[in-house]
């Protein structure tokens, strides 16, 4: 009987994904949730196939890049996996990506399953897999999260591993960890930067970590790398960072990421130093699984950076790079990524307050955009979106000169005339709901000025 | 040129959703006008010496933080009352403006008590009242619309009749969701459940607070700025939040 519900489910979720690939969906949540419906167990047992590990990867910021640059260097290997797509990082659509990765009788089996999951369906995930290594990247406040909800996460993530014979694969840097200490079963290793690699310009956002999570008291940093993360300890308990296990050095940021984790020298044609943190959390994760150092750096030198993280379109020309920005401390990385760039740019900002972006525009505040005051490489920036006043205002306010502020509501117009500036690079940041029709813009703008000459009018 | 002194209260304990963008607006507007406003940080046992404060801001914090701040502020009500009475500008959001009221009573019938300043007790509930708002006010002598953001748990209710909320309500909740009634507006104080941050997208009510500040110096200022990336975002939001 279960088997016949489990066939009828795969068979209905692989037609569910056939016609939301075709109807051009990026969200793949609808096929697992009817699958789940028709089977509740499909989850469970398809997850039994996987021969090898499966690996989570959670935290508040960085998963995707993370666990894709994991993905990579797995296949690099010859290994076959299981891998969940950005956005798709809750239940139904875990389950859709084992639904899309086995075949008609669901007895397909893989070397490795690796699940990008939001930090709130851990626990609901626990009950239907048993992970041999979960990654976090690293706890912080976001949008929704201000009322000690960061706090209560992290508690029941720590209940769910808790008496589980899992590799527990942790940020060295962030205060929060601290909460996975002394669990029993449960195996902890630690990646961070070495002391110096990184600026320690103190920002203001994120008061959240800075208190100690043992005794209540504000910890003493002897440097910042960013929000909460650094190098701490505790003046009331002696609450201090944990040995690492693995260690980031050697950090050159321009003009592209080069780095060492412990002996291992790693090149990205990644920029930003949140990247080179995910390459760390990444690196650490691959060394546990036993993969070969030279399998690990050609899969971090050929990765390229996908849909808002970073991806790179040619337009006329020129670079324009995609960032999706969804809270204070991610903007602050986005923006020293901006800065530390140093030819003459243009900025364009789409903010949406849509559920998915977070209806309370007001984080925009906490974050230190100040730091764009300096900048005097940036020539003009436009501001679109549904709160395109908001950011303009926003820019007006951390100092940026108003006559250089354009605002245009309309993504599609807004991004056009960011592309008919002059300037060596443009930066388009985004919200959330407004991410994948900025990308399609930019697609649309690539396609027309690699057309052939005098086919195409490319500047009207 | 002068120097306006803002006194930002707790900042390590009462600041939510971006209220720090209010001191920016001051600050930036200020600078504007001609003159520099210094931001000052005082936190527990911090002392609060009127002599050199020209206005003081609170924002919003959880229940744990507000209880800190009261027995905190309680030492020095006295003198604060009095400053109020004489005219200090003081913005209080969310949190700092149930403060000022009787008590605070919490969803399970705890109560805390409040600084007795104002005839008003706030009750707490499970569901919190969320989202854009948009009220009028005359708080500048004309009649102006004030834009924001609420998320509170507490709803707000004046047992004073004489009491002046700082508007009326054309969508959101306010004080309590029931009475229409938004804040509260006495002589240079505003208390106010609306972030957002309040001050950048209501350039009128920055202006009003720095028109006081200047009117307590012997200072004239000429409201001469550009505001027009302020009023867009204000009636962005404002049409969207009457449209929907």
């Known amino acids: 009987m279960n088997k016949f519900r489990l066939i009828l489910a795969i068979a209905v979720g692989k037609i569910l994904i056939l016609f939301s690939r075709l109807m051009g969906n990026q969200g793949s949540n609808f096929p697992g949730k009817m699958a789940r419906r028709i089977y509740p167990g499909i989850l469970q047992q398809l997850a039994a ?64 399953a690796l699940l990008e999951t939001d930090e709130a369906n851990v626990p609901l995930l626990l009950k239907e897999v048993k992970p041999g290594l979960i990654l976090i990247t690293n706890f912080f406040r976001d949008q929704l999260d201000r009322y000690g909800e960061l706090d209560y996460t992290v508690q029941v993530i720590r209940e769910a591993v808790k008496g589980k014979a899992i590799d527990l694969v942790l940020n060295a840097d962030d205060p929060l960890t601290a909460y996975f200490r002394d669990l029993t079963a449960v195996r902890c290793w630690y990646y961070g930067f070495a002391p110096g690699s990184y600026g320690s310009r103190e920002s203001r956002e994120s008061r959240e970590g800075r208190y100690c999570v043992i005794c209540g008291q504000e910890l003493q940093y002897q440097c910042y790398h960013y929000a909460q993360l650094g190098k701490f300890s505790c003046p009331g308990c002696g609450n201090h960072n944990p040995g690492m296990d693995f260690t980031g050095h050697g950090l050159v940021m321009h003009p592209a990421l080069e780095l060492r984790v412990d002996d291992m020298l790693l ?194 | ?110 109560t805390m008590d409040g600084l007795r300043f104002f005839d008003f007790y706030t009750r707490g509930a499970k569901d919190r009242l969320i989202g854009n708002i948009v009220i009028t006010s005359t708080i500048t002598g004309a009649e102006i619309s004030i834009v924001g953001f609420e998320n509170h748990g507490g709803r707000t209710y004046f047992e004073d009749t004489e009491l002046q909320p700082l508007g009326r309500v054309l969508k959101g909740f306010g004080n309590n969701g029931e009475d229409k009634g938004e804040g509260i507006s006495y002589k240079n104080l505003i208390g106010t459940y609306l972030h957002g941050p309040l001050l950048p997208k209501n350039p009128a009510v920055a202006d009003f607070f720095i028109q006081a500040m200047a009117e307590r110096k012997g200072i004239t200022i000429d409201p001469i700025l550009d505001d027009s990336i302020e009023n867009f975002a204000h009636h962005q939001v404002k049409s969207q939040i009457l449209g929907g």
């Not at chain 1, 994948?436 to 396609?447: D, E, N, S, T």
């Not at chain 2, 009500?77 to 403006?97: K, T």
């Open chain 2, 1 to 110: 040129m002068a120097d306006f002194n803002i006194v930002h209260m707790y900042p390590d304990l009462m600041n939510l959703y971006g209220d720090q963008g209010n001191l920016i607006c001051l600050q930036k507007r200020l600078q504007w006008y001609g003159h520099r406003g210094v931001i000052k940080d005082i936190s527990l046992d911090g002392k609060l010496d009127y002599r050199n404060i020209d206005m003081l801001f609170m924002g919003g914090g959880s229940d744990r933080e507000q209880g800190l701040v009261y027995r905190d502020l309680f030492r020095q009500a006295e003198r604060l009352q009095e400053e109020i009475e004489n005219g200090l500008p003081v913005l209080f959001i969310c949190g700092a403006y149930q403060l000022l009221g009787k008590s605070y009573i919490g969803a399970h019938g705890e």
């Open chain 1, 267 to 460: 090149n990205s044609p990644y920029q930003g130093f949140y990247n080179a943190y995910n390459i760390v959390a990444a690196v650490s994760a691959a060394r546990l699984l036993g993969i070969e150092p030279r399998h690990i750096q050609k899969a971090i030198a050929d990765f390229r950076p996908e849909a808002g993280r970073m991806e790179t379109f040619v337009i006329n020309g020129r670079p324009t790079i995609l960032i999706l920005v969804k809270n204070p401390t991610g903007l602050n990385q986005s923006l020293a990524a901006v800065i530390e760039d140093q030819g003459v740019k243009n900025l364009f900002f789409a903010l949406n307050d849509q559920v998915a972006d977070g209806r309370d525009v007001s984080w925009i505040w906490d974050a230190d955009i100040e730091a764009i005051e300096t900048d005097r490489k940036i020539k003009q920036i436009i501001c679109s979106g549904i709160r395109s006043g908001d950011i303009a205002l926003r820019m007006k306010y951390a100092g940026y000169p108003a006559e250089q502020l354009v605002i245009k509501s309309n993504l599609k117009e807004g991004i056009e005339y960011l592309s008919g500036l002059t300037g060596e690079i443009n930066y388009v940041l985004s919200t959330y709901t407004a991410l994948f029709a900025c990308r399609k813009i930019l697609l649309g703008l690539q396609k027309r000025s690699a057309a052939p000459a005098g086919k195409v009018p490319v500047r009207g």
């Open chain 1, 49 to 112: 196939r996987i021969t090898g590990k499966i690996i989570i990867v959670t935290g508040t910021n960085g998963k995707t890049t993370t666990s894709n640059m994991l993905a990579r260097i797995i296949k690099q290997t010859g290994a076959s996996l299981v891998h969940n797509q950005a956005g798709a990082n809750m239940i139904p659509g875990i389950t859709t990506a084992f639904i899309a990765a086995t075949g008609m009788t669901g007895r397909k089996r893989f070397d490795y």
